[in-house]
């Protein structure tokens, strides 16, 4: 079956610093991916989405850049902040044909150290 | 901005019980979502529905149904409980007609219910 991973499983960074969380696909048929933010204890916020048509999109202080070659996404937080310290899973729709079904990876746990 | 709300933040139920999650979105999205959401195995979508009355079921309907009986709400109903229903459950919605052209849309999420079965 089609899935979507995640490279690394945790992610500790010093404030200030730039974060970078990856995240890998495998359905080449997928055409619109998500990327959320989730707190402890609280539901997944949408934090920025990217269609297949594009390679790059930018929002406040997060950029997603999106390699169809290589089946990769990544998310890119700038300066990063205390604030910032959750779990980052993205999204993919495994078909495309199917809009309203998305598939989720696992996570990545973000620390952001003072 | 979208809303999603939860009739419940943390629930604990008893083995056998009927149980009963609302959920209610105030932007008159079309599409609704029931998930639960476990530790290593992420988000697993139970049921959706893209009309009033309608439902499809998703990768785990077993042990649930639905119901939305108006477009702004979304029941989960667990006729009865065991303890490997304990989770924390996430409702979403969603704006875009199913099957259109415009392509998959954006899901938005409550905060969630922590259901525990004793």
């Known amino acids: 079956g089609e899935s979507v991973g995640l490279h690394l499983p945790t992610l500790s960074v010093q404030e200030g610093d730039n974060s970078i969380i990856n995240c890998a696909y495998s359905?080449?048929?997928?055409?619109?991916f998500i990327w959320y933010k989730q707190e402890s204890g609280k539901g997944p916020q949408f934090i920025i989405d990217?269609?297949?048509?594009?390679d790059k999109r930018q929002g406040q202080r997060v950029t997603v850049l999106l390699n169809k070659t290589v089946k990769h996404l990544s998310l890119q937080i700038a300066a990063t902040q205390p604030g910032d310290s959750a779990v980052y899973f993205c999204?993919?729709?495994?078909?495309?044909?199917?809009?309203?079904?998305?598939?989720f990876g696992k996570g990545t746990l973000l620390t952001v150290n003072p | 901005d979208v809303k999603v709300t939860q009739s419940s933040r943390y629930l604990v139920k008893r083995t056998g019980e009927k149980v009963f999650l609302e959920c209610v979105q105030d932007?008159?999205?079309?599409?609704m979502f029931w998930y639960r959401q476990d530790p290593g195995l992420g988000l697993r979508l139970i049921y959706f529905?893209?009309?009033?009355?309608?439902?499809e079921k998703g990768d785990i309907p077993e042990g649930y149904s639905v119901s939305r009986e108006k477009k702004e709400r979304f029941s989960l109903i667990l006729e009865s409980a065991s303890t490997n229903q304990t989770s924390m459950y996430l409702c979403?919605?969603?704006?875009?007609?199913?099957?259109?052209?415009?392509?998959?849309?954006?899901?938005?999420f409550g905060p969630g219910t922590r259901l525990t079965v004793l």
């Open positions: 990217i269609r297949s048509n594009m």
């Open positions: 359905n080449s048929a997928s055409d619109y």
């Open positions: 529905s893209y009309d009033v009355k309608m439902k």
């Open positions: 999204a993919e729709t495994p078909d495309g044909g199917s809009n309203y079904k998305l598939t």
């Open positions: 932007m008159d999205h079309e599409n």
């Open positions: 979403a919605s969603s704006l875009t007609p199913l099957r259109t052209d415009r392509g998959t849309d954006t899901q938005y």
